[in-house]
């Protein structure tokens, strides 16, 4: 097993932080980004055009620099490119573009696309026999807000599309909150689900293995 | 009963369906008419009920996949309720798909405001590299239907209930109907509206060309056909080919006169046929707006 340690990722993301302070959101979703990366997805350099490949979807698309710094320590974009994120030459901006950055899988920004795209492109293995790969799609709790997310959640759930996972950081930063919480969302909907706190790379990696295959599932990670 | 333009594309699209690529989303409209397709191929028929933004971030996932997503709603719904999803699930992806429309303008007109669609054309016209196609005859449907789900590239087909009497299917560049001679002022009619316009300029010197593919427009055969008048006439948003028209004939003094359905909301029921008055888009109406042009 490679593991991305904190003394690795440290340096690349404080060279796209280039001295900006950085939200709580970045490094909560660091965690998350470590245990997939490092435990979970089954994707390389190598593999970012294999059909077979596993799907990682960046929903929350502003949460990017630790996703750029873990990109940069895994090998799948050159270390240089973190020095100018947003640059008139960069080919990684403030959100990432599916088209300029190797293995992104989706360009994200505008909240609420990621998880319709996710349950598409699960639709679109199954249609093709591709019974391994999953896909993961990583959203905040804010961005849960949007209805586009509900659309998705109710039609994955009454498919019974089991190749998804949804991961919902939960920062408590959805200004009407999630009374009884963001997996019950979910639930209502036919998901398996897990809450696990945030920072716990061995619960994280329990929850985001514990489907079952016969309905998508949900981690809801406790980050604050 | 003469076959409408939807069963057109309902019987085209299980042909294609042979394709293992081809994959259909829906999100109700015409699910029944599709049941028998979604027996045959369950995975690659999909009704997502009724969420529109879920149907176009379908099918971007599919297109992110490999498939050749075929997409079908109310033109409203498809094309305005979800036109950031075009943006950003299709565009942006990179990746294409097929999107068919019924309902535009004012097919069901008694339904009034919401189910009104005169726009979608010029909302598909912001985006880049579309292919758009108005069939003015069911006959059209199957090949245009074919050919775009065979390509890459995005493509909106534009489904009506109002038809020509005669199918042109090769008119994606624009086919002379009535030849007025050279220097005629040249009247350019987009899908349905063809008879309406043959008719209004029935005993006038002015030449008709014919297509049901406004996106890309044939400028190359505009700009050997037109003169110094320019009459567009589209069963949409009036003004929607304006800028395409304008842009190719740029380096040559001319006039344009582009007709279509007005802005306003009528607050109106009827029929398409009554709406079609009302936008000057019958015969009457289009004769009066070509004299008044001309004269």
């Known amino acids: 097993m490679t593991t991305t340690t904190a003394t690795e990722l440290g340096p690349l993301l404080d060279r796209v932080r280039a001295?900006?302070?950085?939200?709580?959101?970045?490094?909560?979703?660091?965690?998350?980004?470590?245990?997939?990366?490092?435990?979970?997805?089954?994707?390389?350099?190598?593999?970012?055009?294999?059909?077979?490949?596993?799907?990682?979807?960046?929903?929350?698309?502003h949460a990017v620099a630790g996703y750029y710094a873990l990109l940069a320590a895994r090998g799948f974009v050159p270390p240089e490119w973190l020095d100018d994120q947003g640059g008139p030459a960069s080919r990684l901006g403030d959100h990432p573009d599916r088209t300029l950055v190797p293995g992104v899988e989706i360009g994200s920004g505008s909240l609420g696309h990621g998880l319709g795209l996710g349950v598409g492109t699960a639709l679109?293995?199954?249609?093709?026999?591709?019974?391994?790969?999953?896909?993961?799609?990583?959203?905040?709790?804010?961005?849960?807000?949007?209805?586009?997310?509900?659309?998705?959640?109710?039609?994955?759930?009454?498919?019974?599309?089991?190749?998804?996972?949804?991961?919902?950081?939960?920062?408590?930063?959805?200004?009407?909150?999630?009374?009884?919480?963001?997996?019950?969302r979910f639930t209502v909907n036919g998901w398996s689900a897990a809450t696990v706190d945030g920072r716990d790379h061995d619960a994280l990696h329990a929850a985001l293995t514990g489907h079952d295959d016969h309905r998508p599932h949900v981690v809801v990670t406790d980050g604050e | 009963m003469t076959s409408t333009m939807r069963d057109a594309f309902v019987t085209s699209t299980e042909e294609v369906l042979a394709d293992p690529r081809t994959t259909v989303v829906l999100a109700d409209i015409s699910a029944d008419a599709f049941e028998p397709a979604a027996a045959r191929y369950p995975e690659r028929v999909i009704n997502v009920g009724i969420r529109e933004q879920l149907m176009i971030g379908v099918a971007g996932g599919l297109a992110l996949t490999g498939q050749r997503p075929v997409v079908h709603s109310y033109a409203p719904f498809l094309v305005e309720r979800a036109y950031e999803q075009i943006k950003l699930d299709l565009d942006h992806q990179g990746v294409g798909a097929v999107l068919v429309g019924i309902g535009g303008s004012y097919d069901r007109a008694a339904a009034g405001r919401t189910h009104l669609g005169p726009a979608d054309v010029a909302l598909i016209d912001t985006l880049h590299g579309w292919t758009v196609h108005v069939p003015g005859h069911p006959d059209e449907v199957r090949p245009l239907l074919r050919d775009v789900v065979c390509g890459q590239d995005s493509a909106y087909l534009r489904l009506s209930i109002r038809t020509n009497s005669r199918a042109y299917p090769e008119a994606g560049d624009l086919r002379v109907v009535r030849d007025a001679g050279p220097g005629a002022p040249l009247l350019v009619a987009v899908g349905p509206v063809l008879d309406a316009a043959v008719a209004a300029t029935a005993d006038r010197a002015v030449t008709v060309a014919y297509t049901h593919r406004p996106r890309p427009f044939d400028?190359?055969?505009?700009?050997?056909?037109?003169?110094?008048?320019?009459?567009?006439?589209?069963?949409?948003?009036?003004?929607?080919?304006?800028?395409?028209?304008?842009?190719?004939?740029?380096d040559r003094p001319?006039?344009?006169?582009?007709?279509?359905?007005?802005?306003?909301?009528?607050?109106?029921?009827g029929s398409a046929e009554d709406h079609e008055h009302w936008h000057g888009l019958d015969a009457a109406g289009l004769r009066r707006s070509v004299d008044a042009f001309l004269t």
């Open chain 1, 124 to 184: 679109g293995l199954r249609a093709q026999g591709r019974t391994g790969p999953r896909v993961y799609v990583l959203l905040g709790d804010a961005e849960l807000d949007e209805g586009s997310n509900h659309e998705a959640i109710a039609y994955a759930g009454a498919s019974g599309l089991g190749s998804l996972t949804a991961i919902v950081l939960d920062n408590r930063s959805a200004t009407y909150g999630w009374p009884g919480g963001a997996a019950s």
């Open chain 1, 19 to 61: 001295g900006r302070e950085f939200g709580a959101n970045v490094y909560s979703t660091l965690d998350v980004l470590q245990v997939l990366y490092d435990r979970v997805l089954r994707i390389t350099p190598a593999t970012v055009d294999d059909p077979d490949r596993d799907r990682f979807l960046l929903s929350k698309g």
């Open chain 2, 219 to 250: 400028t190359t055969g505009l700009r050997t056909l037109a003169g110094t008048e320019v009459i567009l006439v589209e069963p949409y948003l009036a003004g929607t080919s304006a800028r395409v028209v304008s842009e190719a004939l740029a």
């Open chain 2, 254 to 269: 001319h006039r344009l006169l582009a007709l279509g359905v007005g802005r306003e909301d009528l607050r109106r029921y």
